[in-house]
């Protein structure tokens, strides 16, 4: 035990300059110790970033990602279900563009 606390007291001494004996060199190396280890815990915890995104936009068009999905069904040769799809379309009024699109594919299944 004295061994330990006189190598504890050196090690102190070397780190510190300062030099304690017996059992106050003890507590106040622990002490230091501690809040050591509590900066450093301290330092790790990184806030996360709170960050609101509309991912909405990123989506897109329903409607657009309904016919470019008929379009890799057609490439896939699935023209049921591409069929399936596009005929799900037509039925949502979809614009005069998004109607012509669907309407070609359907000629190209058909074809």
Do not use: H, W
Request: net charge negative; with cysteine; glycine share 6%.
């Amino acid at each position: 035990m004295e061994n330990l606390l006189l190598s504890l007291e050196t090690e102190f001494f070397f780190l510190t300059g300062v030099y304690l004996e017996g059992v106050s060199g003890l507590i106040l190396g622990v002490i230091i110790f501690c809040l050591i280890l509590a900066l450093i815990r301290y330092e790790g915890k990184k806030e996360v970033p709170n960050i609101n995104v509309d991912i909405s936009n990123e989506i897109g068009d329903e409607r657009k990602a309904k016919i470019n999905l008929s379009r890799s069904l057609i490439e896939m040769d699935q023209k049921d279900e591409a069929q399936k799809l596009l005929n799900q379309l037509l039925e949502d009024n979809p614009s005069q563009e998004e109607k012509q699109t669907v309407l070609s594919l359907l000629n190209k299944i058909n074809i």
